[in-house]
């Protein structure tokens, strides 16, 4: 068993799981989506991300670039979630932004997952 396939696997999955539970409920209530589960998100996913980065592989650079996709939409939902806070009012249509970004990475990261486990299936052992 490779040690290193496995703590990346792990990171990727996790990143998926955490997303998809910032993402699942009501798209327009503040109540359904933390905060502090949106950057746990944020943080996973930069660590699975810092985990591709070693990869020089075809393979590896598809993920690397679907990890940065989720990245990219993850930080600037938290971005807009804070602007909002602060000198905006948080409303119905900002939190429907925010939960669209984090669909949107969430997306990312399924093509990720799904791209490992095949890289996975395909490798010989």
Known sequence: MNLDKVISGFFII???TINFGFFYG?????????????FAAIVINIIATT??????TQMGSVLLATSLVADIQLIVAAIIWTVAAYVYVVDAEIIGIIVSLSGGALLANIVS????????L???R
């Open 51 to 56: 985990l591709k980065l070693g990869d020089k």
């Open 26 to 38: 009501d798209m327009h209530s503040l109540e359904a989506h933390s905060k502090y589960e949106l």
């Open 122 to 124: 395909k490798s010989k």
């Open 14 to 16: 996790l990143a998926m």
């Open 113 to 120: 997952v799904s791209l490992y486990v095949g890289d996975t």
